[in-house]
Structure formats: structure tokens, C-alpha cells
């Protein structure tokens, strides 16, 4: 039996779970989300496969967590940008900026690597919401605005970031793109 190096087995387990994601997360960055395997994440963490399956129940499952995991922290990091400000057009302002520096920090790029991979279809409703928790803040400033229609204003912002997201990753100036992309939509919130 392995030897239990954490105060309870609960803990044991958190690690050992954050270890095999950690591992994950590596070869999806390395080579891509197809690489993620059961096999291949059992090698990285220098575990047996049966191991990995006591944590997660195929790849697919792995790579939906993975997901999930880099979406939860992504929507944290927007909603400690958006908290440093008061009024509401400050915090989009502040949304926009920061959604558009973890791009230009890279580190989006783990998200990016998994986007094509094949996923649980009983884990898409749980991967959406947390989809949909990277906008929340946004909401909550667009009804203080006063803005009648928040789900158009939210698809403009997000049609306005991805653009500005294509552009930084093609090389375009981060700040130029941000300042742009703030401009923009701070301007169009006001006729909708």
C-alpha cells in the first residue's frame, strides 16, 4: 500500500488528484489535448494506469476537469479585476482588460490547446456554465449601467474581445488592441 504522506486521506487524494492534473496540463501544453491519455498522464506523474482510473473514469473525463479547472481560474482572475473598481463603466473597462491580458500573458493557452479535444457530453452542461461564469461579472455592471439589453451587450463585448484576441495572438500590440477594444465597446454600451 502507498504510503500516505498528508495529515488525511481527503488531503491524500486533493493531491494526488491536483498531480495528475498538473501532469495533464503539462502534455496539453507540450503536445497538444489529444495527447492527453490515461497511459500518458500515468507515465508524467509516475503512477500506474489504474491509478489515474481511480481519479478519473477515461481522458475524456480527465481532459473535461482540465477544462473546467483552467475556466474556474480564469474566472476568478476576472472577477479580481473587476472588484478593484466602483463604478460600473470602470469595471467592464477593467473585464476587458483583464480578459485580454491572461491572452496576452499566454495564459490562455492551456484552454487553448484542449479546445479541440473530444469531451464527456455529460460534463458540456457543467463546462458551459463555467463559460458562462467568465461573463458574470460583466452582467451584474451592465444592469447597474442601466443597459436594457444585457445579452446583446454581452455578445458585442464577447465579439469584441475575441476579435482583440486574434489580433494580440497574431502579434498585434497587446495595449494598442486593449485600449482599442475598451474604447470600443465603452462606446457602443451607451446605444444599447
Known sequence: MPRIETETLAQHRDWRRNQLIEAAASIALESGGAAVTVAAVAQRA?????????YFGS????????????LNEFAKYLQVAVSTTIQPIASISAW?????????????LLAKALNASALPQERVAAIGAAHRALLAPLVVQLTAMGVKDTQRALLFIQAVTDVATKRIESGH??????RSAQT?????????
Open 46 to 54: 509516475g503512477l500506474s494506469r489504474t491509478s489515474v482510473y481511480e
Open 173 to 178: 500590440d497587446a495595449d494598442a488592441e486593449i
Open 59 to 70: 481522458s475524456a473525463d480527465l481532459v473535461a476537469d482540465l477544462v473546467l479547472e483552467e
Open 96 to 108: 476587458i482588460e483583464g480578459a485580454l491580458m491572461y491572452i496576452a500573458d499566454g495564459r490562455h
Open 184 to 192: 470600443f465597446c465603452l462606446a457602443g454600451l451607451a446605444t444599447i
